[in-house]
């Protein structure tokens, strides 16, 4: 039985071994599970810290990365056979599809269905133990690295930038940072920012450079130190502030040096904030959050995650929100440039929320891209929405929905779905993606 699927003679895994496919096979079916993901052993294919809870989700875009590598391309139909390993993947794990649905849309027999499922398993698996692989030899290939070398773990650890708020950053490390401050009898202050300061950063990356740039002033001992998110031009900053002597000791050099390689890795910088024979502090400096901002609104929290993914990757500040009256909070809040809308949402369903924006007048000229099983692009132009797009909706889709709305349009509103193949080259993204650092 292959996730609901029977399987009386699975075609051999050939120089895959069984148990890895099945390890696969397990991730894909807890793929929007973090909590199960965290904890699965293919967390080893992401690096060395695969036990981290920051992990779940990396694993899980590498499996979503791994299925979008088996694409046979935009030029296949889905008719094609070509199509139908990659396809039974996508609809099955991606997008939840039941096994009953999957077979309806390929117009397939469940014996059918079975081995092209088969296939595609496969095909994952041997991309992702070549992965594996590489990763064994990687020691004997690059032995002029020590392990533990900072350099190393970073590259290792892979860069995944997102929207951040730096608030909630220092929200997270002031549980540890107070621990160690109250034992070198230092008080640790946070000075409120009156409302959140985004950046574009990773994570993973931010939350330890922070910590060891709290460490390393801590173990200077100050009276006091305290932790700021400013924006400034052009940067996003968080300023630990703690003035005292310039401290000489070598472990605070080498903590500053990593604190710099950990901001550089990511695009930003370390600074010194010094007067003359002191040092008030330092100063992390972060990128701005770049891209066109979109708002997604659905009650569906897989659909939300799959789109995200298809969206952050171009480079787009995504925001979700599942149902009306959280998405106009958002809107309030941080005034998209686009909105991508479900209609069948209880309560206030799509077409009610859109009738709601098109009223107010500060958000009317919001573009608004309608996704729904429904087929009703006319009635979402008459109420107002700049393009239509039928679920399910694959990557190339969205983008050119959203190229559509976000450029110049002198001739008016024309659907999503009326847009010829060509449109939806990959090579011009509509958001920028974030510049390399």
Same mark, same amino acid.
């Given at each position: 039985?292959?996730?609901?699927?029977?399987?009386?003679?699975?075609?051999?895994?050939?120089?895959?071994?069984?148990?890895?496919?099945?390890?696969?096979?397990? !991730?894909?079916?807890?793929?929007?599970?973090?909590?199960?993901?965290?904890?699965?052993?293919?967390?080893? @294919?992401?690096?060395?810290?695969?036990? =981290?809870?920051?992990?779940?989700?990396?694993?899980?875009?590498?499996?979503?990365?791994?299925?979008?590598? #088996?694409?046979?391309?935009?030029?296949?139909?889905?008719?094609?056979?070509?199509?139908?390993?990659?396809? $039974?993947?996508? %609809?099955?794990?991606?997008?939840?599809?039941?096994?009953?649905?999957?077979?309806?849309?390929?117009?397939?027999?469940?014996?059918?269905? &079975? %081995?092209?499922?088969?296939?595609?398993?496969? !095909?994952?698996?041997?991309?992702?133990?070549?992965?594996?692989?590489?990763?064994?030899?990687?020691?004997?290939?690059?032995?002029?690295?020590?392990?533990?070398?900072?350099? +190393?773990?970073?590259?290792?650890?892979?860069? $995944?930038?997102?929207? /951040?708020? #730096?608030?909630?950053?220092?929200?997270?490390?002031?549980?540890?940072? &107070?621990?160690?401050?109250?034992?070198?009898?230092?008080?640790?202050?946070?000075?409120?920012?009156?409302?959140?300061?985004?950046?574009? !950063?990773?994570?993973? /990356?931010?939350?330890?450079?922070?910590?060891?740039? /709290?460490?390393?002033?801590?173990?200077?001992?100050? =009276?006091?130190?305290?932790?700021?998110?400013?924006? =400034?031009?052009?940067? !996003?900053?968080?300023?630990?502030?703690?003035?005292?002597?310039?401290?000489? =000791?070598?472990?605070?050099?080498?903590?500053?040096?990593?604190?710099?390689?950990?901001?550089?890795? &990511?695009?930003?910088?370390?600074?010194?904030?010094?007067?003359?024979?002191?040092?008030?502090? @330092?100063?992390?400096?972060?990128? %701005?959050?770049?891209?066109?901002?979109?708002?997604?609104?659905?009650?569906?929290?897989?659909?939300?995650?799959?789109?995200?993914?298809?969206?952050?990757?171009?480079?787009?500040?995504?925001?979700?929100?599942?149902?009306? *009256? *959280?998405?106009?909070?958002? $809107?309030?809040?941080?005034?998209?440039?686009?909105?991508? +809308?479900?209609?069948?949402?209880?309560?206030?369903?799509?077409?009610?929320?859109?009738?709601?924006?098109?009223?107010?007048?500060?958000?009317?000229?919001?573009?608004?891209?309608?996704?729904?099983?429904?087929?009703?692009?006319?009635?979402?132009?008459?109420?107002?929405?700049?393009?239509?797009?039928?679920?399910?909706?694959?990557?190339?889709?969205?983008?050119?929905?959203?190229? &559509?709305?976000?450029?110049?349009?002198?001739?008016?509103?024309?659907?999503?779905?009326?847009?010829?193949?060509?449109?939806?080259? *990959?090579?011009?993204?509509?958001?920028?993606?974030?510049?390399?650092?």
């Amino acid at each position: 039985m292959i996730d609901g699927i029977p399987d009386d003679s699975p075609e051999p895994a050939g120089e895959v071994p069984e148990d890895f496919v099945s390890l696969v096979r397990d !991730a894909l079916a807890h793929l929007y599970d973090l909590a199960h993901l965290q904890r699965h052993p293919l967390t080893r @294919l992401i690096g060395p810290n695969g036990a =981290a809870s920051d992990n779940a989700k990396s694993l899980r875009n590498l499996l979503l990365d791994t299925l979008e590598r #088996l694409n046979p391309g935009d030029g296949v139909s889905r008719n094609d056979k070509e199509w139908r390993a990659y396809g $039974i993947l996508m %609809r099955r794990y991606v997008d939840g599809f039941g096994i009953d649905e999957v077979g309806d849309e390929l117009h397939i027999s469940l014996r059918q269905l &079975q %081995r092209e499922h088969r296939k595609g398993l496969l !095909a994952a698996a041997s991309v992702l133990w070549d992965r594996q692989r590489s990763i064994r030899a990687e020691p004997a290939t690059l032995p002029q690295l020590e392990e533990g070398d900072l350099h +190393l773990e970073v590259e290792r650890l892979g860069l $995944i930038l997102a929207r /951040l708020d #730096l608030c909630a950053l220092v929200t997270s490390v002031l549980a540890t940072a &107070q621990a160690l401050a109250e034992g070198r009898g230092v008080r640790l202050e946070v000075e409120p920012a009156g409302g959140p300061v985004w950046a574009w !950063a990773d994570y993973t /990356l931010a939350k330890q450079a922070l910590l060891a740039a /709290l460490s390393g002033l801590i173990g200077e001992r100050p =009276a006091a130190l305290s932790i700021l998110a400013t924006d =400034a031009p052009g940067d !996003a900053c968080l300023e630990l502030r703690a003035e005292m002597p310039c401290p000489e =000791a070598q472990e605070y050099r080498e903590r500053l040096a990593a604190v710099t390689e950990l901001m550089q890795a &990511q695009g930003g910088q370390a600074e010194p904030l010094a007067l003359p024979g002191l040092l008030s502090g @330092l100063r992390l400096r972060f990128r %701005r959050e770049r891209g066109t901002r979109l708002l997604l609104v659905d009650d569906n929290e897989r659909v939300l995650q799959l789109f995200e993914r298809y969206l952050t990757a171009e480079g787009f500040l995504v925001s979700s929100a599942g149902g009306a *009256e *959280e998405a106009l909070a958002a $809107i309030a809040e941080e005034r998209p440039e686009a909105i991508v +809308l479900d209609v069948m949402m209880r309560n206030v369903d799509g077409w009610q929320f859109l009738q709601r924006l098109r009223a107010n007048p500060e958000l009317q000229d919001v573009p608004v891209v309608v996704c729904s099983v429904l087929n009703e692009p006319d009635l979402a132009l008459a109420l107002g929405a700049q393009g239509y797009l039928k679920k399910p909706v694959s990557h190339s889709q969205m983008l050119t929905a959203l190229r &559509q709305v976000l450029a110049p349009r002198p001739y008016g509103n024309v659907a999503a779905e009326q847009v010829p193949p060509s449109a939806s080259d *990959e090579s011009s993204p509509v958001g920028p993606r974030p510049a390399a650092p």
